[in-house]
């Protein structure tokens, strides 16, 4: 981390740190108008400063190049905050991603900053921060996290030239009215930016000497568009296929558990109840729930990971999801991750995720090497399969390689 002194006045420090990569995805199959690789270059710039004991800020920037999706490329802030000590309060101000709940990877609890869907398999950096207000009261053994957000942010999904854009009939549109070649576009309805569009959530944990609690509420937008066929255009001189994107409020509550078994083994658990506003009563109330275990260890140099979990995914209204809905990938799904990290630098990952009904699973293997250098090279697959009627299966052509260097500074 580079460093330089910017004031004598408060003694205040200047840290600026960052990471350059590149990134490189090539598919098995190419698919025919669609974007069939990434060629992609990021620069991203980490700046902060502790202005005086009780006040720090930070700022984020990225600027990404992708030579073959311009759609990837944005110069981006990814945060951008000021924060103020009042003795237990933290008062924090700008754009802030925040990381609520207590499993690995899939977190239904987390609901305030909206997620990158671009690239269906690469959403781990992915969360989108939000401009807002956040107040943090610490006790001994609790702390209560309120956030409020004025402007609602949205997510995005894939575009319709990307390989991850669903198939037609996943989304409600005919085949008889695909094979008619109509131009397709997406409309996304965006909220008006107003504070009745605004969103807050609340969360309290306490801490006992083996176990961890929270529950959480949020009121908000679901940042995910529901999909209608706008059939007005379809009665024009030159019809269009357009698909109309409206974006829905929802109550979320949530819970965490995390506890301390023996043997070093952590047992986490994660729910989340959704409710549709009172507005949209045609939407279902759903329960999402994480149960998983995880333990870490180290033989002579060598460390290992091991995480095990369920997902479980419930309409309460007893009703069947659309089989591409990125809200309900993981129905009655398994996930596995482990992890050898070796004292030269070498890590070996191996993940998988698969439904325990047999429809389908993903496996990723990774390789990662860590060069006394600070460079980071990484080199992954990813593997799908599944039935035609399942989520995976609909992307079953999408098995590729990724390759990437990273440098930190």
């Known amino acids: 981390m580079l460093k330089a002194n910017i004031t004598n006045a408060q003694d205040s420090t200047l840290s600026i740190g960052g990471q350059i990569s590149y990134d490189n995805i090539s598919y098995f199959n190419s698919q025919k108008g669609k974007v069939n690789s990434r060629n992609e270059g990021l620069l991203q710039l980490n700046f902060g400063s502790a202005m005086s004991k009780s006040t720090q800020w930070k700022a984020i920037f990225e600027l990404r190049e992708d030579n073959s999706d311009k759609s990837r490329n944005r110069a981006w802030i990814d945060e951008l905050w000021i924060k103020q000590k009042l003795g237990k309060l933290d008062l924090t101000i700008g754009k802030q991603i925040l990381a609520w709940g207590t499993a690995d990877g899939f977190n239904p609890v987390n609901n305030i900053n909206p997620v990158d869907y671009s690239d269906m398999l690469d959403t781990e950096n992915e969360r989108i921060g939000a401009y807002g207000i956040r107040t943090q009261l610490f006790f001994n053994s609790a702390d209560f996290d309120f956030f409020w957000a004025p402007i609602a942010s949205m997510g995005k999904l894939p575009n319709i030239n ?31 930016p107003n504070l009745k569009n605004g969103e807050f959530g609340v969360r309290f944990r306490k801490r006992f000497s083996i176990a961890d609690i929270g529950v959480s509420y949020y009121n908000g937008f679901d940042h995910l568009p529901e999909f209608y066929i706008d059939s007005t255009q379809l009665m024009l001189p030159t019809p269009q296929l357009v698909l109309n994107g409206v974006f829905k409020r929802q109550h979320v509550v949530g819970s965490e558990l995390t506890v301390i078994l023996p043997y070093g083994i952590n047992l986490r658990n994660e729910a989340a109840l959704f409710i549709p506003a009172q507005s949209n009563p045609q939407l279902n109330r759903f329960v999402q729930v994480v149960v998983g275990v995880d333990r870490s260890f180290t033989i002579s140099s060598t460390s290992y990971l091991v995480i095990l979990q369920y997902i479980g995914d419930f309409n309460a209204d007893g009703k069947a999801y659309d089989s591409y809905d990125i809200r309900h990938i993981f129905k009655n799904t398994l996930m596995a991750n482990f992890e050898i990290n070796l004292s030269n630098g070498l890590s070996l990952n191996a993940a998988a995720i698969t439904y325990l009904n047999g429809n389908g699973f993903i496996l990723r293997p990774e390789i990662n090497y860590l060069t006394s250098k600070g460079v980071k090279l990484c080199l992954r697959f990813d593997l799908i399969e599944g039935s035609n009627n399942s989520f995976f299966g609909m992307y079953s052509f999408n098995d590729r390689i990724q390759g990437k260097v990273v440098y930190s500074f």
Do not use: C, D, H, Y
């Open 162 to 192: 990307s390989r991850w854009f669903p198939q037609p009939t996943a989304i409600g549109i005919s085949m008889e009215l695909f094979a008619m070649g109509l131009e397709m576009k997406v409309n996304e309805i965006l909220p008006e």
